[in-house]
Nanobody, 124 residues
């Protein structure tokens, strides 16, 4: 299993970034996926999750209305569109694969493979 994130960088408050996660080594279309983030000194938290079909999504309250999670099962790729970025969105963002086939989960412990992370910094 390999998850490779890209798209992070520096953005100004109010700006946008689009993260991508290229997945390989497993049947991507059969697993729920998630984006997590971890800021210095804080615990890793779930930002957004999406079901294997893409029909069901979850967003943390802190990003609801600003971030959009989507997936392209034909390209084995997960996306996170981040708009109206705030300084508090600054963190290392990780793509993760859920551990069970066609099972919905929002629990960190249920994600078994993680990417290396991509840094998002929101600052003027």
């Amino acid at each position: 299993v390999q998850l490779v994130e890209s798209g992070g960088g520096l953005a100004q408050p109010g700006g946008s970034l689009r993260l991508s996660c290229a997945a390989s080594g497993f049947t991507f279309r059969r697993y729920a996926m998630g984006w997590f983030r971890q800021a210095p000194g804080k615990e890793r938290e779930l930002v957004a999750a999406i079901s294997w079909t893409g029909v069901t999504t979850y967003y943390a309250d802190s990003v609801k209305g600003r971030f959009t999670l989507s997936r392209d099962n034909g390209k084995n790729t997960l996306y996170l569109q981040m708009n109206s970025l705030k300084p508090e969105d600054t963190a290392l963002y990780y793509c993760a694969k859920s551990s069970r086939i066609e099972k919905w989960t929002m629990t960190l412990a249920d994600y078994d493979y993680w990417g290396q992370g991509t840094q998002v910094t929101v600052s003027s």
